[in-house]
C-alpha cells in the first residue's frame, strides 16, 4: 500500500508565502510524475505544477512565475513553494504520484487547505 502525506497548509496573507510537503510512503518500486493539483469551492480540479522523475517541470499558467515544484527522491517527497499569493489561490491542495515500473498506478494524498486573505 502507497500513501501520500501532505503537510504545509494555512493561512496567509496576500502576496506571502506556503511551502507544501508531500511525502511517500510504503511499497513503493519506482516513482515516476509528481505534482500538485488544487481545487476550490465550486470549481474543477485544476493541475498546479508537476516534475518529472528527471526534474522536468510544467505549471499552470495562473501560477508561473510564482509558484515552483521540487523534489527530493532520496525522500520521495515532492514540494510546492509558493510565492507572492493571492486570494485567488485559495484552494485545497492535494499531491498526487504516478508509482511503478511495468504497472503504474496514480496515488492521491488527502489534500491540504490553503486560504489567502486579502
Known amino acids: 500500500q502507497v500513501q501520500l502525506v501532505e503537510s504545509g497548509g494555512g493561512l496567509v ?7 507544501l510537503s508531500c511525502a511517500a510512503s510504503g511499497s513503493i518500486s519506482s516513482i515516476n510524475a509528481m505534482g500538485w493539483s488544487r481545487q476550490a469551492p465550486g470549481k474543477q480540479r485544476e493541475l498546479v505544477a508537476a516534475i518529472t522523475s528527471g526534474g522536468r517541470t510544467n505549471y499552470a499558467d495562473s501560477v ?49 487547505q490553503v486560504t489567502v486573505s486579502s
Open 13 to 19: 496573507q496576500a502576496g506571502g508565502s506556503l511551502r
Open 64 to 112: 508561473k512565475g510564482r509558484f515552483t515544484i521540487s523534489r527530493d527522491n532520496a525522500k520521495n517527497t515532492v514540494y510546492l513553494q509558493m510565492n507572492s499569493l493571492k486570494p485567488e489561490d485559495t484552494a485545497v491542495y492535494y499531491c498526487a504520484a504516478n508509482i511503478g515500473m511495468l504497472a503504474t498506478r496514480d496515488y492521491w494524498g488527502q489534500g491540504t
